[in-house]
């Protein structure tokens, strides 16, 4: 199963020189242009050397130092073992420095969408490369007058933006939105069918696979409890467990935090779904030889996550998804986020995953198995845009977090990126297998955000959302 590369394109625009490249296989001379064009020349050959080369030659530093040089080795090489060579079926309104592809596998026809991010800055490095396994699913005509109580639609620029939304609903999209700017709710609402068998609509109260936006919860679950005295990031992990192995005995909370513990992306053999509990997460992780030295590199790991979780477990006495739903969500007044299984949610509030690989007969968080620690702290949360709407206020008003953990939070772990249109944003990006994508949009000291999901793998939840934003702040403010 092919494990998705994350996504943080930052520059969306129109580009009409793509056209002829379709025919010929080759991409204008243009920075988005070479860089596929050298993205395909290694999927095909699939050779070591060349993957290497192109690496160093076209891997923004921050993009290329986020994982390991031999991770992203495996990665490239594992798109030339899935893909190899491909067709260009389409491009998706490509920019100077963003594009959307979908592709077709030439051996075994299967589709593929590649997401493609560069640097606006020269030498335009390659800041992400995303690439997700499409279905073609036939999907009934958008639901008509759904009565959404919650549903909000505000002002001109809310309307604006609702009217995108719609043309991509009848284009086939299909999920929620919040969208707040100065604290005012401009867009809160659903769009397309939760359940297309059964004709169930999307509405504000529908919940998501939102994956990996679980790490923002174990994160602030460690600082509530460095708050309140029960442990420091500056922790080593040999304060919490035993046995560590010598080369992982200076690895600290910080680093866990950071991405900087060493520890590989994953510790499972199977999947989110692979029954695991905690001891065994912690040995099996434990046990991993380090892709470097703890606090001199940076590469992106759930295991660290995992760990992260049975700190919590240990130093709270709750199993973690308790502490979550004791210490964090009920302050916050989450109703409906949660985790696979959830006894709260109707089978009818939770989305089906459409237009990807999918899980069981019902590919629904409702219906996957229950998590496990495959997956416990750094993945496998459900939830809506409202709620994480909900989750953030609650955060920037201090009822989870006191003043001091809070600016830890937004100045050393949680820290922005700075925009050619919006000011110091947070994005967040999250595929899977399943169909569902999520993107997050924070714009600092403004109370304004965007949330969106969606659970068609036909659209990218990142880029419709980054679309929307640009159009929050196109009048600045």
Same mark, same amino acid.
């Given at each position: 199963m092919l494990k998705t590369t994350l996504i943080l394109t930052m520059v969306i625009a129109l580009m009409a020189t793509m056209s002829a490249a379709l025919q010929?296989?080759?991409?204008?001379?243009?920075?988005?242009? &070479?860089?596929?064009?050298?993205?395909?020349?290694?999927?095909?050959?699939?050779?070591?050397?060349?993957?290497?080369?192109?690496?160093?030659?076209? =891997?923004?530093?921050?993009?290329?130092?986020? =994982? *390991?040089?031999d991770e992203h080795v495996a990665q490239l090489r594992s798109l030339h073992e899935e893909l190899g060579a491909v067709r260009v079926l389409s491009v998706d309104k490509p920019g100077p420095f963003s594009v959307i592809l979908d592709v077709e596998a030439e051996s075994s026809h299967e589709r593929y969408r590649i997401e493609l991010g560069l640097n606006p800055t020269p030498p335009h490095g390659i800041t992400g490369i995303g690439v997700m396994p499409v279905t073609s699913q036939p999907v009934p005509d958008p639901p008509e007058n759904v009565e959404d109580p919650?549903? #909000?639609? $505000? @002002?001109?620029?809310?309307?604006?933006m609702d009217a995108v939304m719609r043309e991509l609903e009848a284009e086939g999209f299909s999920?929620?939105?919040?969208?707040?700017?100065?604290? !005012? #709710?401009?867009?809160?609402?659903? +769009?397309?069918?939760?359940?297309?068998?059964?004709r169930v609509p999307v509405t504000t109260e529908t919940v998501f696979d939102v994956a990996s936006y679980a790490k *923002?919860?174990?994160?602030?679950? %460690?600082?509530?409890? !460095?708050?309140?005295?029960?442990? *420091?990031?500056?922790?080593?992990?040999t304060r919490f467990f035993v046995n560590v192995p010598a080369d992982k005995q200076s690895i600290t909370i910080h680093h866990l935090l950071t991405m900087q513990s060493g520890l590989h992306e994953y510790h499972d053999d199977s999947g989110d779904f692979q029954p695991m509990t905690r001891d !065994?997460? #912690?040995?099996?992780?434990?046990?991993?030889?380090?892709?470097?030295?703890? @606090?001199?590199? &940076?590469?992106?790991?759930? *295991?660290? +996550?995992?760990?992260?979780?049975?700190? %919590?477990? %240990?130093? $709270? @006495?709750?199993? +973690?998804?308790? +502490?979550?739903?004791? !210490?964090?969500?009920?302050?916050?007044?989450?109703r409906y986020t949660g985790y696979y299984r959830n006894p709260r949610w109707t089978p009818e509030q939770a989305a089906h995953g459409y237009d990807a690989k999918s899980y069981g007969d019902e590919n629904s968080p409702y219906h996957w198995p229950e998590i496990t620690w495959a997956c416990i702290g750094g993945g496998c949360l459900v939830s809506s845009p409202g709620e994480q709407g909900r989750w953030l206020n609650a955060l920037l008003d201090h009822e989870i977090l006191g003043e001091t953990a809070l600016d830890k939070l937004y100045t050393v772990y949680k820290k922005g990126a700075d925009t050619d249109w919006g000011g110091e944003m947070i994005a967040f990006a999250e595929s899977n297998d399943f169909g569902f994508t999520a993107g997050t949009f924070? =714009?600092?000291?403004? &109370?304004?955000?965007? =949330?969106?999901?969606?659970?068609? @793998?036909?659209f990218s939840a990142p880029r419709v959302g980054e679309r929307l934003a640009r159009m929050m702040y196109s009048s600045g403010g």
């Open positions: 010929q296989k080759r991409f204008p001379d243009s920075p988005t242009g &070479r860089a596929l064009n050298a993205l395909f020349d290694i999927m095909q050959s699939g050779d070591d050397t060349a993957i290497r080369a192109f690496i160093d030659d076209y =891997f923004d530093p921050e993009f290329r130092d986020h =994982f *390991s040089i919650n549903a #909000v639609v $505000s @002002g001109d620029l809310g309307g604006k999920g929620a939105l919040i969208a707040v700017k100065n604290g !005012e #709710v401009l867009l809160h609402k659903g +769009y397309g069918w939760a359940d297309r068998e059964r *923002s919860i174990t994160r602030a679950g %460690i600082l509530k409890l !460095e708050q309140e005295g029960k442990l *420091s990031t500056g922790d080593p992990i !065994e997460a #912690v040995q099996r992780i434990l046990a991993q030889p380090l892709r470097f030295t703890p @606090g001199e590199d &940076r590469g992106y790991s759930n *295991s660290g +996550y995992g760990l992260l979780a049975a700190i %919590i477990e %240990i130093v $709270s @006495g709750m199993p +973690y998804m308790e +502490y979550t739903q004791t !210490e964090l969500f009920k302050p916050a007044r989450l924070e =714009f600092l000291g403004r &109370r304004s955000y965007l =949330f969106i999901s969606t659970n068609t @793998g036909r």
